[in-house]
């Protein structure tokens, strides 16, 4: 007869493992959205920053200069 074994510590120590890893999996979606709002120069000067200003704009900009590729 095979022996269960008692892993109930074990539990909480498994779903800390899998939240790090699930953050570090969100953190290239997180930082290219956070891309996406910034100035062209701030991307390149601050990249892993919050923008200090929020541009909206791209997203109608990039929109615009995909609907001119068909």
Avoid: Q, R
Avoid at 6 to 25: E, H, T
């Amino acid at each position: 007869m095979k022996k269960k074994l008692n892993l109930g510590y074990w539990s909480p120590l498994k779903y800390l493992v899998l939240i790090f890893a699930a953050g570090l999996c969100l953190i290239p979606f997180i930082w290219v959205a956070l891309s996406s709002v910034k100035e062209d120069g701030e991307i390149c000067s601050n990249s892993f920053g919050l923008p200090k200003v929020w541009v909206w704009k791209n997203y109608s900009d990039a929109w615009k200069g995909a609907a001119g590729c068909t």
